[in-house]
């Protein structure tokens, strides 16, 4: 559909995420429903009952989309769901499937948790190296100066990145 004949019932009909969180007892109970997507204090209501709070959300979501049709307001359509659920195949040696076993045991965390870690602090230095790298290449463009980065990583207990030796650190040499 074009968004010259986007109209009130096309808006009405899309598919946007509603949240529904139960009320305090002490602010009157029931339920609220909201959009976060559009503003969950633009677009909220309460009921005592969530089909009641959705049903009077439905009334409110009516009432502003057609105030922002008449008023030209732009109306978000509803963002897509992600496709990444967190979950990820890989497939690797026996070897470093044992040593990345040994390795989590000995610092007291499942398997999966050390590996994450790791793939974290893996991605996370690597992309410091190559925002540090553009930085000096900007900073010494047009210089004689050269730069060289060095990162040295000899970790196996991550949970102590803080206490590693000067020879582990980042060396920025000009």
Known sequence: MSKMNRDL???MSLPYKIEIEPLREEDGGGFEAFIPQLGRMTMTAAGDTEEEAIQILREVKETLFSHWIEEGFPIPEPEEE???????????TK???RELAIEAKKQGVSLNAFINQSLLLGYTFQSFK????KICSHWSAGSASQF???LNIGVSDFSSLESLPPENKLHLVA
Do not use: A, W
């Open 9 to 11: 019932n096309y808006y």
């Open 82 to 92: 992600s496709p990444y659920n967190g979950r990820i195949l890989v497939r690797t």
């Open 95 to 97: 070897e470093l499937h």
């Open 148 to 150: 060289k980065i060095e």
């Open 130 to 133: 190559m925002n540090l790298e």
